[in-house]
């Protein structure tokens, strides 16, 4: 099965950067009402970069193991290459299997490609990145300059 | 009367179910033709794999009888029903009346105390607005019972699935009642030890589930409903997990509403049924208002038609209507009571086989009278959705999450289940299927198996 690739199993048995800190800038809560998984997301942000993400993640190994790749993709880096890895993980994760993902932005994120050939699953990969964006606005960043890709064309 | 081409409609249903084996579970060969007639049986899924569907309590399939029922009512007879006088009106509104007909007596009830609506959920927001139409004074309603105010309590349960909560959640939130709720064990049963305490004389509605659609729980219907008509308060009842299941019978359940899906017993989605008692429907208010539900109408206000009409607004979706009916015939053919004993056996061997995997925790009833065939678990440390995707890949469709029942896994501790549910359709090698993919489950994600 393509879609639990060992990294994706590895982050979710063992959660990088797991966990709720201090100082933190804002912090959303957000659930997939279809099944019930939580992420609680923190940010704190120094200037135009994210110096920590850290948040508390709970449901399916997908849902944890992103919010993981999340966290450490953005810690470190500018809003700027932060939102762009969302833009790189959410045009993959919707591209049906046609966009491989690009590693330089995603890093382990890449494990995620064959999440996008089961479309239920979509939502719970994104889950924390999305989260991540509503955080980002809460503490009073302006994300409407980034412009999302376009989405791939439907075959057939 | 019109020329029907009811040997069309009403088709010659190819099962073949001997009557001597009454109360007994399906033979082997019974079950080959049973499958035969339901064509997406017969399909592989992720790439071809047999599918093994156990997620009838979500939807369930539907045999070719039902699918030509409702494709030749819109090759033959498509039209308005209840409407115009051309024949095909005419045809179209008899097989339509006819189909109401087979489902009241399939249930144990009469013609007039069957209302069609979209579907189950829309049955029971008809019943809880019929409350609050009567609170504000409108809807053409008779009956002083139905008005709520500030003071008067609704009961639901624990167990209840979201559309036999949120309406009556709304229903006092409008009109300023109360909400209770019975809790439920940790046995997956109604704690009816505090029932005196909830059900008093300010209570005006009890709502529940005959069936839970999580726990598999089989609930004491005619007890409770005479507990609620002791203190004066209606009995309402959700039969989406009973109806398709089990002989169900409205005389013997003393309940007054009972709300269920054409979906889930084998009929056409977008169907559901509202059964009432006679003198209750003609004394509720009307929900939905429109064509076809009015008496008379002038510019300033309306009067309604008789029941069941005055609660069927709009042209009613007679092909659905029409296949459900022919999904009762088809199940008064396998004869509920041998679908019950089939769903017994099938249900018995996955409780037996779970208990055995002590990584495997079962949220209800384990393998014991007033149960059904609904078993949902945890298998610890894996998340439902994880289990769920495992089963799929292996052709195995199964539902996963909270199925509609938040509160109750809240109560569980649990943020979603795997739940198996069966129908008569499925049989012991697909449960054994089913096992076997589950039995990859622990070693996949890193927890003890």
Same mark, same amino acid.
């Given at each position: 099965m393509d879609l639990y690739q060992e990294l994706i199993l590895e982050h979710s048995k063992r959660p990088h950067r797991a966990g709720l800190r201090e100082p933190f800038d804002a912090e959303v809560h957000h659930v997939n009402p279809t099944c019930g998984d939580e992420v609680t997301i923190r940010v704190e942000l120094d200037g135009e970069v994210v110096r920590d993400l850290s948040y508390d993640a709970l449901g399916c190994s997908i849902s944890v193991a992103s919010a993981s790749v999340l966290s450490e993709q953005v810690t470190g880096h500018s809003v700027r290459e932060a939102l762009e890895a969302y833009n790189a993980m959410r045009a993959m994760l919707t591209s049906k299997g046609q966009d491989p993902g690009d590693e330089d932005l995603l890093g382990d994120g890449v494990a995620f490609a064959g999440v996008a050939k089961y479309p239920a699953r979509v939502k719970c990969a994104l889950l924390g990145w999305s989260a991540f964006t509503d955080a980002l606005v809460r503490a009073g @960043? !302006? @994300?409407?300059?980034i412009t999302l890709p376009e989405p791939v064309a439907e075959k057939g | 009367m019109s020329a029907l081409t009811t040997a069309a409609i009403s =088709? /010659? &249903?190819?099962v073949e179910i001997s009557p001597e084996m009454s109360g007994q579970p399906f033979t082997d060969e019974e079950l080959v033709r049973i499958r035969a007639d339901f064509p997406i049986l017969e399909r592989t899924v992720r790439d071809g794999k047999p599918l093994v569907y156990l997620d009838s309590g979500a939807t369930s399939q539907k045999p070719f009888v039902v699918l030509d029922a409702e494709r030749e009512f819109y090759e033959r007879h498509n039209s308005a029903v209840h409407r115009g006088a051309h024949q095909l009106s005419e045809e179209g509104t008899e097989l339509y009346e006819r189909a109401r007909s087979t489902i009241a007596a399939f249930v %144990? *009830? +009469?013609? !007039? /105390?069957v209302v069609f609506t979209k579907n189950a959920t829309e049955g029971l927001n008809l019943a809880a607005y019929a409350f609050s139409n009567a609170a504000a004074g409108g809807g053409g309603g008779s009956g002083s019972r139905f008005a709520l105010g500030p003071g008067d309590e609704v009961l639901v349960t624990e167990m209840e699935h979201h559309a036999n909560l949120i309406p009556w959640q709304e229903l006092t939130r409008r009109t300023g009642a109360t909400l209770r709720w019975v809790p439920v064990t940790d046995a997956g049963r109604l704690d009816l030890d505090g029932l005196d305490g909830l059900l008093t004389e300010r209570t005006k509605v009890f709502a529940f589930t005959? *069936?839970?659609?999580? &726990? %598999?729980t089989v609930n004491p219907v005619r007890e409770l409903a005479d507990r609620a008509h002791a203190v004066g308060a209606l009995a309402v009842l959700d039969a989406c997990q009973s109806v398709p299941h089990l002989p169900v019978d409205v005389v013997d359940l003393g309940v007054d509403l009972m709300a269920w899906s054409g979906h889930k017993m084998l009929g056409p989605l977008g169907v559901g049924v509202l059964w009432g008692r006679p003198e209750i429907l003609e004394e509720m208010p009307v929900f939905l208002t429109g064509g076809?539900?009015? /008496?008379t109408v002038t510019m300033e206000r309306s009067t309604y038609a008789p029941v069941p009409q005055k609660f069927e607004a709009g042209v009613p979706m007679a092909a659905q209507a029409i296949g459900l009916g022919v999904a009762a015939e088809y199940l008064g053919e396998l004869g509920m009571d041998r679908v019950a004993a089939h769903e017994e056996v099938l249900s018995a061997h996955l409780l037996d086989a779970l208990a055995q995997r002590p990584w495997v925790r079962v949220v209800g009833p384990g393998s014991? =009278? !007033? +149960? %059904? %065939?609904t078993v949902a678990f945890v298998v610890d440390g894996v998340h439902a959705h994880d289990v769920g995707q495992v089963l799929d890949n292996d052709g195995v469709a199964v539902r996963v999450g909270h199925h509609c029942a938040w509160p109750l896994h809240r109560r569980f501790g649990v943020a979603a289940t795997t739940r198996v549910t069966v129908a008569a359709y499925n049989t012991v090698a697909e449960i054994d299927t089913m096992l076997a993919s589950l039995d990859r489950v622990p070693a996949m994600f890193g927890v003890d198996g």
């Open positions: @960043i !302006d @994300i409407t300059h | =088709p /010659e &249903l190819s %144990g *009830a +009469r013609h !007039d /105390e005959h *069936a839970s659609n999580v &726990l %598999g076809s539900m009015i /008496e014991e =009278p !007033d +149960r %059904g %065939g």
